[in-house]
């Protein structure tokens, strides 16, 4: 599955810890995230369009 | 919609790990001593015994739980696979080479190179190489899941 993680990390100037930190998940989870190498479950989904305030369609989509 | 707090997990998950590690050693040490002290009291019932290793075994899975509960959801999906193919390739390559020494082997000739052995050290080292399989089957997947996930 793609996503836009990275991009809208870099937009609001995040560092992956940083992002780690308000996601609860470690910054080798962000970066395998980011990679597209590993799929969220739906609450760890809906916790990531939370934090970008964003729906989940826009940030992930199929490949 | 106000954004809930993120799940708690550990700083330092592999800390963790090793104070777990830890503990479980002094508790394994303390419930040794513990059974070595009532064994040397004479007869000691069974049951005490094993309420005894029972406590012990119950301060390992509460600090297992601990350390579970402080791992990421993909922490845990990478244990959770190490487990399964792990153990089940460690198992299947130790079984492949149980077997072949089976077939291979000359039963009387093992039988006289076991002779020399205390049959409860026999069965204590298979299950000591079976443990040792296992775990290096995990470790090797584990390594191998983060490999695969960066």
């Not at chain 1, 995230?33 to 799929?39: A, F, H, P």
């Not at chain 2, 205390?118 to 000591?128: H, I, Y």
């Amino acid at each position: 599955m793609n996503n836009r993680l990275k991009v809208l990390r870099a937009e609001r100037n995040w560092s992956q810890a940083e992002l780690a930190d308000r996601l609860g998940v470690s910054r080798q989870t962000v970066n395998a995230l980011e990679t597209g190498r590993y799929d969220p479950s739906l609450p760890l989904a809906f916790r990531i369009a939370r934090v970008f305030e964003q729906p989940i369609e826009s940030i992930f989509m199929e490949d | 919609m106000p954004s809930p707090k993120p799940p708690r997990i550990a700083r330092y998950p592999a800390l963790r790990y090793v104070a777990v590690m830890a503990t479980c050693m002094v508790f394994g040490g303390v419930v040794g001593a513990a059974a070595a002290i009532m064994g040397s009291l004479g007869a000691v019932p069974v049951a005490a015994m094993a309420f005894v290793i029972a406590l012990g075994m119950a301060g390992v899975i509460w600090m297992c739980g601990w350390w579970w509960r402080g791992l990421d959801e993909a922490a845990r999906e990478a244990h959770k696979w190490a487990w399964w193919w792990g153990s089940t390739f460690s198992l299947a390559i130790g079984g492949v080479v149980l077997l072949t020494g089976m077939v291979a082997l000359d039963a009387a000739q093992v039988s006289t190179a076991l002779a020399a052995y205390d049959p409860v050290d026999l069965v204590q080292g298979g299950a000591f190489a079976v443990l040792l399989l296992q775990t290096l089957g995990y470790a090797l997947a584990w390594v191998f899941w983060w490999a695969r996930h960066r």
